[in-house]
């Protein structure tokens, strides 16, 4: 049984990527980081997947997670946003397996159920959930934040199950 773990959450996108980094240390989560990486859209895509590569392999060298959790898009109505949403989840999953973490994708769905405890929670429940959790006070904005937070206590609540 682990009894100490780190975990990256990451609700992917290429303008706005949200990080979010949790501790389990003896049973108890503990939010360390949260966050949300911008890349300038007046910047060329390969200049703005490097940037994101760069801050991801940053969060990685400076939290050392065991586990980079993703959220797995499953449907966008944009298929320019559905690209880069993808190019940005094969940056991430590339530094994390580089780095020897295990990676995992999530559902929207999955998170939600995990999370809130049904799969139609909205963003304002989600948010709601993921500070009462970690015993956070303040808002987390931008919500990409709060996301990735998500991503990361879904992992850890996956694994009390399956434990």
Do not use: W
């Not at 946003?81 to 999530?106: L, P």
């Not at 989600?126 to 970690?134: F, G, I, N, P, T």
């Amino acid at each position: 049984m682990i009894v100490h773990m780190f975990v990256l959450g990451i609700d992917p996108g290429l303008s706005r990527c949200g990080y979010g980094v949790i501790q389990r240390k003896d049973g108890k989560e503990i939010a360390l980081a949260a966050g949300v990486i911008e890349t300038p859209s007046e910047m060329e895509t390969p200049s703005r997947l490097t940037l994101l590569r760069d801050e991801v392999r940053q969060l990685i060298v400076e939290y050392k997670p065991d586990v980079v959790a993703i959220e797995r898009v499953l449907f966008q109505h944009n298929a320019a946003t559905a690209i880069s949403v993808g190019q940005a989840i094969g940056i991430v999953m590339t530094e994390g397996i580089s780095a020897g973490c295990q990676v995992i994708e999530f559902s929207p769905n999955e998170v939600k159920q995990s999370v809130a405890g049904h799969g139609g929670a909205n963003k304002q429940e989600m948010e709601k959930m993921v500070r009462m959790l970690l015993g956070i006070q303040t808002p987390l904005e931008p919500v990409d934040a709060a996301d990735a937070l998500a991503l990361a206590l879904c992992f850890l609540a996956r694994q009390r199950v399956e434990v």
